[in-house]
């Protein structure tokens, strides 16, 4: 007999297996004299230095088990400044958003998942309607299953994945960018 947390565990591994081998057939073919490009969400990060960090208040399961938002939101910004960036408040600049959920029932083995939904928003002025507004230009998320022991160890680890993959694609879409000048 299977049991839930065994059926819940095959069906992740499964998506995951299916999603990776979709990913990577479903690639353009470019011909050989095609330029390389980058997405058009990861170049809407190329030149950007300075932004603001917002982390979401998180739910009292994650606060039980030892995460606070306030301390990520530290974290992230620390990181941040340490690559270069600087860190401002205010509505008129770009910044980055992090919302971390969780289920709110754990299985039988005290597994409980959670998500994680990454955005990178930019102020974006619409002349047809004379506002600007702050819209997400690139996005990421992710989710895992955790027991409680290690809840806190796998969302950190989640969330320091996060940051530093943020932070090699604005390094890399800023590169790409400078090349694509220098070839025009």
Known sequence: MIHKHDMVMLLMGSGVAMGLAVASLAGPILEADTPPTLPPDVMSLAGVRKLGVRVQPFSPALQEAGLNALRVQHIWTER????GFQ???????????????TGNIQDEGGQRVFGLQFKFFQPLRFER??????????????????GSTVLQE????????RIEVFIALVDKATEFARVQKQLD
């Open 80 to 83: 941040l400044r340490e690559s």
């Open 87 to 101: 860190i401002v408040d205010d509505p008129n600049q770009p910044y980055v958003s992090l919302a971390v959920h």
């Open 129 to 146: 309607l004379n506002r600007t507004l702050n819209v997400p230009t690139y996005a990421s998320g992710g989710f895992g299953m955790a």
């Open 154 to 161: 796998q969302v950190e680890r989640s969330l320091n994945a």
